[in-house]
Structures are given as C-alpha cells and as structure tokens.
C-alpha cells in the first residue's frame, strides 16, 4: 500500500484519476473549447444569455453557493484541497458582466471541468463535467 504521506505527488494523481482527470492541462483545454462549440438554448441567438461569451478555464474549477456567513470558510478549504491537483477557485462574483447572474453561471459551468454547488444546506454536489 502507498505511504500518501510520504509522497503527496502520487495522491494527488490518484484523486486526479478518480475524477477523470488526470490529463495535461492543454487536453483538458481543447476538450472544453471542444464542449464550447455546443451552445446551449441559453446561449442561442434568441436565447437569454446570448452574446454571453463561453471560454475554457482549464485550470479552474466553479463555485456556486449562496452568500452567508460561512461563504469564506468553504472556499479556503475548496482553495486548499485543490490547489494541489493544479485547481483554483472561480465564480459568477469574478466578473464584472452585466448580464444576469444565470447567465454567468451557466457559462462558467460550461467553461470548466469541475464544479461545485452548495445552494443550501441539503443540495450540495460535486460535478464533473466529461
């Protein structure tokens, strides 16, 4: 059995392999422009969040959660258990777009290989986007 302790580097890819992806970071970057050529109904030219631009963020992962009191306390610990698979955090607060909060949160789960959601305290998940 491996000592993780002993050598993090291969704990880190193990957890990177159960997620699906332990790939270089420019695959996983042409799979997500890949993945962005599919606009969704929100995106069409008649769609809400048209004009709404999709990118990848190869190297980053979406938080969604509701802002409380604890907000900070969840994304230091997401910040610190991700960095060392190559992760940081990001999220609709990033961005000074004008258009509606759906909009960007629709088009930062699009853009990213990782997501998670902690809406309320009962629907919380982790995605991962293939």
Known sequence: MTD???NPDDK???IKEWLEINKPKQEIEN???ESLTIRG???TENG???GIPLEPFPDQYFVAQEFNET???LRETLDASFKDLGFSPISAEDFMWTENILCKIAALI?????VYI???PVKTGMFIWN
């Open 4 to 6: 993780y302790i002993q």
């Open 71 to 73: 907000k900070n306390d």
């Open 110 to 114: 699009q853009g990213t290989l990782l």
């Open 12 to 14: 880190s890819n193990r």
């Open 41 to 43: 109904p929100l995106f």
């Open 48 to 50: 809400p969040c048209n």
């Open 31 to 33: 799979d997500l422009k």
């Open 118 to 120: 902690n809406l309320a």
